[in-house]
């Protein structure tokens, strides 16, 4: 990737600053009739979901209480990582954003829920939706660009640290949901710059502390011991669902941003920012993932990561009924919908990885091949 002020091509140089008031107010739009339309059908499918979840994770450990028995390891195994996907990605995330606050429903609600996730929720909801949603693909703004690991854009600085950056990100993907609590509480950078003494740091590392001892008890102690004799299977097969949920949340996400065609943004590039250069940059820097109905809700419905990053508070069920609208706008305005199937994504954004592991080329490169740079909307 390359910031667009610096490619040879920019993908938003035929617009002008009036076509991209006017994407903004047709995506306004779209938005509007959703919220007029929102209410009963969606409080029922998320209330249908948390209820399909808590079924199948209840069941699969009761099945797992007798994993002693090779099938019951394989049936709880499998049960049980899929009501952790389920849980974090289209029933915690997606509350967590407020998606359903709407329902007036405390016990689904964005203030009172806590996740199945060593990240308290609190501390993701201020990394996630009030900085990377706010500043999407920036560069030296958005930390979920590499999330401090790694060089995902040609135009942050290579060190000699990024060779191990597909061993890290492979690292990362295994034990992805304590890679978030790191990233939540900005660890790397706290540490570097002495802040680490600094009480309220403290006070959010205690935080995650007490949540990774409650997840480990629930996961790795009560429900092993529950299970008897089965203590160790149901201890293996629990470390498997937790690590099948941890590499799937992480392909999904790498797909969201890191694949070929999405686009990042300098700095300056946000001064003066519009509502529909905003929109614009959510439009460009996000990509989606194509495939069943089934897929997507896997997903959490992130499999449409440019209309949540467009329309990031409105449910995650009315994605598929919008992209449609929201693809026919980019059509119309000469911009590319960046999609495809889940294996094509994830080699991208791997490839990605591996590629800007080591220093730029110094010879040109085709511009298809060229890092994202940061979007500079003409309207700007």
């Known amino acids: 990737m390359t910031v667009i002020q610096k490619k040879p091509d920019n993908p938003i140089a035929h617009l002008s600053a009036e076509d991209i008031e006017i994407i903004g107010k047709e995506l306004d739009a779209i938005r509007d009739r959703v919220l007029a339309e929102r209410g009963e059908s969606d409080a029922r499918y998320i209330r249908k979901v948390i209820k399909t979840q808590r ?150 590392a205690r935080a995650v502390g007490r949540k990774i001892r409650r997840q480990v008890l629930k996961d790795y102690v009560i429900h092993p011991l529950l299970s008897g004799p089965s203590f160790l299977t149901t201890l293996a097969a629990t470390f498997t669902a937790n690590l099948v949920r941890n590499l799937w949340s992480h392909s999904v996400i790498m797909c969201g941003h890191f694949p070929q065609g999405v686009e990042t943004f300098e700095k300056t590039s946000i001064e003066g920012e519009t509502r529909g250069d905003w929109y614009l940059r959510q439009m460009l820097g996000s990509a989606n993932i194509s495939g069943s109905r089934l897929m997507h809700i896997m997903t959490g419905n992130l499999s449409f990561q440019i209309e949540h990053h467009l329309f990031p508070d409105l449910p995650s069920c009315r994605y598929q009924e919008i992209a449609p609208q929201v693809r026919a706008l980019f059509d119309r305005y000469g911009l590319k919908y960046t999609t495809g199937p889940l294996p094509k994504q994830v080699a991208s954004a791997w490839w990605k990885v591996i590629r800007l592991s080591l220093p730029n080329r110094r010879t040109a490169q085709p511009v298809d091949d060229l890092p994202t740079r940061a979007l500079a909307p003409s309207g700007a």
């Not at 429903?105 to 964005?110: C, E, G, L, V, Y």
Request: one cysteine or more; charged letters at 20%.
């Open 55 to 204: 079924t199948l994770e209840m069941s699969s450990r009761a099945v797992l209480l007798f994993s002693l028995f090779p099938p019951a390891w394989v049936v709880g195994t499998l049960g049980l990582s899929i009501a952790k996907i389920l849980e974090n990605m289209e029933i915690g995330h997606n509350i967590l954003h407020g998606q359903y606050d709407f329902m007036r429903d405390p016990k689904i609600h964005s203030t009172t829920w806590e996740w199945d996730h060593v990240s308290p929720a609190d501390q993701w909801k201020h990394s996630h939706n009030e900085l990377h949603h706010t500043y999407t693909n920036v560069l030296g703004k958005d930390n979920d660009l590499g999330y401090g690991i790694m060089r995902v854009d040609e135009d942050q600085k290579w060190h000699p640290m990024h060779l191990g950056q597909p061993l890290w990100n492979l690292v990362n993907a295994c034990f992805f949901e304590y890679g978030i609590a790191a990233y939540d509480l900005e660890l790397g950078r706290n540490l570097r710059k002495g802040r680490h003494k600094a009480p309220e740091f403290r006070a959010r």
